[in-house]
C-alpha cells in the first residue's frame, strides 16, 4: 500500500510538486498504521479521543463486541482524521447501532471528528465545548474550495450526511457551510447557535462541571 501510495505521488504530483506533496504523504502513511485513536469504557458510555484512522473502526467493533450494553460516545480532544474515507465509514457503522453522541464542556472536536459526533440519535453540547469546521484538502493540495460546486468529490461527504438520516438540502447546506467557512488551513469555530441551526447539536446545555 505505501509503495502504491507513493508511485501514485510521483505520477501526480510531479517534479516540482515533490517537495510539499512527499512530507504530507508520509505523514499520512505514518499516522494510519498505528494506534491513533483512544477509548474508555465507563458504565454505558464510550469515552473517545484523539485523530481517527483506519484502525479506528475496527476498535470499535471490538469494543462494541464486548461491551453491547454502551448507548453514548462522547468525545474529547479530537484534532480530525487522518483517513476520510475510514472516517465516515466508521462513523456509519457507529450510527447504524442506534447510539447517542456527547460534547462535554472540555471536548473539542475539529475537521473530520464532527462528522462522527454528527452519527448520534441525540447529540448535546455542553456550553463551552468546541466544534471547528474548515474546507478538506488532499495531499496533492486540492481543496473542497477549488471545486465547484457540482464537483462529484462533494458527493462523498453529502452522501454520509443522507445516509445517517439528513435530508438532502440539510446534507448539503451543513457540508457547504463547512467547506466555505475557512480555508484546509484554518479552522472555524461554531456558535452554538449555528450548532443548533446545521444540525450539529439537538440540543445545548449547561456546564456539567
Request: proline share 4%; no cysteine.
Amino acid at each position: 500500500m505505501e509503495k502504491l501510495l507513493i508511485a501514485l505521488a510521483v505520477l501526480v504530483a510531479g517534479v516540482s510538486g515533490l517537495y510539499w506533496a512527499f512530507p504530507t504523504l508520509f505523514f499520512v502513511i505514518h499516522h494510519n498504521n498505528i494506534y491513533t485513536t483512544e477509548f474508555r469504557v465507563e458504565d454505558n458510555k464510550l469515552h473517545m479521543s484523539g485523530l481517527i484512522n483506519s484502525y479506528t473502526q475496527e476498535q470499535l467493533k471490538d469494543i462494541f463486541g464486548e461491551h453491547p450494553e454502551i448507548d453514548t460516545i462522547v468525545l474529547g480532544q479530537m484534532p480530525g482524521s487522518i483517513d476520510d474515507g475510514a472516517n465516515l465509514e466508521g462513523a456509519a457503522w457507529v450510527a447504524a447501532r442506534g447510539v447517542n453522541t456527547y460534547l462535554p464542556r472540555e471536548g473539542s472536536i475539529a475537521s473530520g471528528a464532527p462528522n462522527f459526533f454528527l452519527v448520534g440519535k441525540s447529540r448535546v453540547v455542553e456550553e463551552g465545548a468546541v466544534v471547528s469546521v474548515h474546507s478538506w484538502a488532499e495531499w496533492r493540495g486540492i481543496t473542497a474550495q477549488d471545486l465547484p460546486r457540482d464537483d462529484s468529490a462533494h458527493e462523498l461527504y453529502i452522501g454520509f450526511y443522507e445516509s445517517i438520516g439528513w435530508t438532502r438540502a440539510q446534507a448539503e447546506d451543513f457540508y457547504f457551510f463547512t467547506i466555505e467557512k475557512a480555508p484546509a488551513e484554518y479552522m472555524y469555530v461554531m456558535t452554538p447557535q449555528e450548532m443548533l441551526a446545521t444540525g450539529v447539536a439537538t440540543k445545548i446545555v449547561p456546564a456539567t462541571n
